[in-house]
């Protein structure tokens, strides 16, 4: 009793550990630790920082300025020698710390249309980054939902051969008592007992394949390869949707987030040959200082005190030729629009026949889950007939092993293709630009 009461404590705990998800709660997990998730809010973040940081260039820049300069003791007083005078005229001070404070301003007037084409562009890439932020949540998503029901289609195909396995037992067991009253062969036993072992090897294979689906299950939601982790059984339900191919294609090119993002991006570099063509504009700036300094050199004789005074000044610049380097900016600028615009093209024409395979698929699925329902009621009638006959000895060993093969073949197939159309309906459902979280 002692014995029994230790066991059921060291074990309490690893049953207690098992979690057993559903859906929502995998989508959930799963996005909220996705690392691929982190990556994209990282580039969304900087776009923003981005479009930030060209937003303070329209602002006036503010920087302060200290400077301290010692000067060599050999620095004389500046003196001036008078005709009339034999003694020099000392008209200031020999001042050997200097003290420089001083608080600039710079405010841009005007800079050939630069800034402004500068943040349109990075407004345009913020919008770009947040369509590929949201693409990729869709991607992690669609690797939850396979891992999830993969996970959950290697669970049951290991019930369905583990079931088998029982039911073949029992005939075995029977068959056995057959043999001994000498009501079958030796031939006939053999044959459940080879088919018996050929169970027991699926079995393997099936319990070795849902392990290796747990695990890839538990990655895509971000736990620890190893934990005992079960999906909800009770979701398998199926819901036929009905897709018109004619409206699916057109909502496809009008919602994908990889065609809005690049669309984002070609105005983007539209923007990026306006600026390229700021060059041939002149820049206006306004600057203003403000000086407080010891000795201040706007105040003559220097004197060893501080002294403030300021000053506001318009400039021009502007580059009258520069060898062409403006001209060939605005070539990069214009074939970088060019390829942006073909990758549009090319991106629009996978994403019609993504669609179109997608729409294909779910259909096929759709129809092999019809079917094998109908192949699983067969078989197992089929079976349930055999089985009865057997036991009265009125069908083979061979009749036994091929109703049960027939069985555990129809319902591995259902399974599949239950999996299959869910997985399949909710690709296509992505591949239309719907979110599937």
Sequence with gaps: MKKLLVLMLLWTPLFAQEKIFTLKESLEIGLSNSKDLKISKAKLNYAGAKLSEINSQFLPQFKLIGNYTRLSDNIPAFEVTMPFSPVPIQISEQILNNYTFKIGLNQPLFTGFKLSALHRSAKLNQRASEQDYSKDENEAALNI?????????????????????????????DTRNFHANGLVSKNDLL???VQYSSLKLML????????????????????????????????????????ELADLIPEAISHRNELQSLSNRVDASGQGIRAAKSN?????????????????????????????????????????????????QMRQAQQTKI????????????????VYANYLNVTKTEEKVTVSEEAVAQANENYRVTSEKYNLQLATSTDLIDAETAKLQAETNLKTALVDYQIARVKLEKSVGRRIY
């Excluded at 849902?210 to 999906?231: H, M, Y």
């Design 280 to 328: 041939w504009f002149p820049s206006i700036y306004l600057s203003s200082n403000y000086y407080y300094s010891n000795p201040n050199p706007r105040f003559q004789p220097a004197t060893d005190e501080f002294n403030s005074n300021w000053d506001v000044g318009v400039s021009v610049s502007w580059d009258v030729w520069n060898w062409g380097a403006t001209s060939a």
């Design 204 to 243: 393997i294979d099936a319990e070795n394949n849902a392990q290796l689906a747990r695990i890839n299950f538990n990655k895509a939601i971000g736990v620890e390869l190893d934990s005992p982790t079960k999906v909800s059984a009770a979701e398998m339900s199926i819901r036929f949707e009905k897709y």
């Design 339 to 354: 390829e942006l615009e073909t990758k549009f093209d090319q991106l629009k024409e996978g994403i019609q026949l993504e």
């Design 191 to 193: 044959k459940l007992e």
């Design 145 to 173: 939902y396979q891992a999830y029901w993969n996970y959950f289609k290697a669970d049951e195909i290991k019930k369905v051969i583990a079931q088998s396995l029982r039911q073949m037992e029992g005939h075995l067991k």
